[in-house]
């Protein structure tokens, strides 16, 4: 069996589950998760990008609407406050600044919204192993990041009517209750993935052979 990420044969004694998206995405106890092998070494870098994901995503101002997931964001906003997390809210405090939006004035943080999107594009290729079983790794990809709901650029609305039409024409897949749903489309070039969190957080992957 091959890992999903590095495409190597994995060796016994090598071999880990791995959850496309993380379990740590879901409420406890949460059945019907997606699997697939994955060697320890890649699964191990996936779970330290996982956490890095959720801590932005508690601290930010990304996901928060919906009160459905307010427990899910207490549990991140936990996790962040563990003292091995000391580094990481160091770095974040140190970019704190005072950013001017369209709803006035609002404390904000920088960080590296590629590494954001280079996770979800890593997803996207576990949630394409898993429906379509290609080998991701003959295949490029590129992933945006849009919040459904702060959308204020002309390409960001561009960008969001993409997603939607796309949504609309293609047949949606539910994990969990409402945490996570995802479309994937087969195109001549590849494939577009679309994957939504907590019902406002959008990442569109595309995927080129
Ligand atoms: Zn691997």
């Known amino acids: 069996?091959?890992?999903?990420?590095?495409c190597n044969e994995i060796k016994d004694?090598?071999?880990?589950?791995?959850?496309?998206?993380?379990?740590?995405?879901?409420?406890?106890g949460t059945s019907s998760l997606i699997t697939i092998p994955a060697c320890r070494a890649c699964?191990?870098?996936?779970?330290?990008?996982?956490?890095?994901?959720?801590?932005?995503?508690s601290m930010s101002d990304l996901i928060s609407i919906n009160?459905?997931?307010?427990?899910?964001?207490?549990?991140?906003l936990r996790a962040v406050k563990r003292p091995q997390?000391?580094?990481?809210?160091?770095?974040?405090?140190?970019?704190?600044?005072t950013a001017v939006t369209s709803e006035g004035s609002k404390n904000?943080?920088?960080?590296?919204?590629?590494?954001?999107?280079?996770?979800?594009?890593?997803?996207?290729?576990?949630?394409?192993v898993h429906e379509e079983h290609i080998e991701h790794c003959n295949y490029k990809h590129s992933t945006m990041m849009?919040?459904?709901?702060?959308?204020?650029?002309?390409?960001e609305k561009q960008l969001l009517e993409l997603i939607l039409s796309l949504t609309k024409s293609t047949p949606s897949k539910l994990v969990g209750s409402s945490e996570f749903k995802y479309?994937?489309?087969?195109?001549?070039?590849?494939?577009?993935?679309?994957?939504c969190f907590y019902e406002e957080l959008f990442f569109l992957t595309m995927v080129e052979r």
């Open 108 to 128: 904000a943080f920088i960080f590296d919204e590629s590494k954001v999107s280079g996770w979800a594009g890593i997803n996207a290729q576990g949630l394409l």
């Open 67 to 76: 009160p459905e997931h307010q427990f899910h964001i207490d549990k991140m």
């Open 146 to 155: 849009l919040n459904l709901l702060k959308v204020e650029f002309p390409d």
């Open 43 to 57: 699964n191990n870098k996936k779970s330290s990008d996982d956490e890095f994901v959720l801590n932005i995503l």
């Open 13 to 28: 004694g090598n071999f880990a589950r791995e959850h496309v998206p993380p379990k740590s995405f879901f409420k406890k």
């Open 183 to 195: 479309w994937i489309q087969t195109q001549d070039e590849g494939y577009v993935v679309i994957q």
């Open 1 to 6: 069996m091959k890992c999903v990420y590095c």
């Open 85 to 97: 997390k000391v580094g990481f809210i160091k770095e974040i405090l140190s970019s704190t600044h």
